[in-house]
């Protein structure tokens, strides 16, 4: 019977320690999940590391948009990863291609270099290249410890054929980490159609506010800010998500 981890992606302090009490094995730490995650600040990563108790791979990833990075951008990402690493990440999770939409081998082994021994995780960046196969080997190739992606699609449900395809070209040489839309209730029958072993998701829910006194002003951005609600994990859906992937 394989072992199945799951990593529960956390934005907020309050997300890491559901993490914790939910049994989930490891955190992916970041921040704006609205914007697809950014690396997360010192604090956070402090604060992250020293009061959840599992292993916290901390996002680099400098700005929202495309995965092409200019020299400057990547020189932020190698100064966020030494100090993340001062401050006890256990690992690290990163995503570089270059204009043709392949993996950016050289820049990439740079960092894997440069973290060792400490894990790295190539992010859903490999989404994005034009060919998975051919992403697979080099992201292989640069001594990524683990890959994650939905399968080029979507999500993982529409992705799931494609996903079980990279599971058996793997073939133990990477962790190919199933994530992106990974909902509970399908976490099951993913398990059993994936063969996969890592998951990941961020299992985030909308609560209301508990402001008593509510302002509503402009902002810039105004459509996608509600200052009504924020959003949280509840220990027991991280639970419940494991008990439905380790039950498959």
């Known amino acids: 019977m394989r072992k199945i981890t799951f990593e529960l992606c956390a934005e907020t302090l309050q997300a890491c320690l559901a993490a914790r009490e939910g049994g989930a094995d490891r955190i992916e730490l970041c921040t704006a999940l609205s914007e697809g995650g950014l690396t997360p600040s010192h604090a956070l990563t402090h604060a992250a590391v020293l009061r959840s108790g599992i292993p916290v791979h901390v996002l680099l990833r ?25 401050l006890g990440a256990s690992g690290f999770v990163l995503g570089i291609l270059r204009a043709d939409g392949t993996v950016d081998s050289e820049r990439t082994r740079e960092l894997v270099e ?9 992010h859903r960046a490999f989404d994005y290249t034009t060919s ?6 080099d992201v ?4 990524c410890g683990r890959v994650l992606t939905s399968g080029g699609e979507p999500d993982v449900l529409s992705g799931a054929d494609k996903l079980a395809r990279l599971v058996k070209l793997a ?8 994530g992106g839309g990974l909902r ?14 890592h998951f990941h998701g961020s299992l985030r829910r909308s609560e ?13 951005d105004a459509d996608s800010l509600d200052g009504t609600s924020r959003f949280v994990v509840d220990a027991a859906d991280v639970l ?9």
């Open 140 to 143: 292989i190739a640069t001594g």
């Open 184 to 197: 509970i209730k399908d976490a099951r029958a993913l398990a059993r159609a994936t063969g996969a072993s």
């Open 132 to 137: 998975l196969e051919q992403a697979l080997e």
């Open 114 to 122: 440069l973290a060792a021994p400490l894990e790295i995780t190539f």
């Open 208 to 220: 209301a506010s508990k402001m008593q006194h509510e302002r509503r002003w402009v902002l810039e």
């Open 62 to 86: 400098p700005r929202s948009g495309d995965f092409h990075y200019t020299d400057d951008e990547f020189a932020v990402m190698r100064e966020d990863l030494l100090h993340a690493r001062g």
């Open 240 to 248: 419940a998500m494991i008990e439905n992937l380790r039950s498959s």
């Open 171 to 178: 073939d133990g040489r990477i962790d190919v980490a199933v």
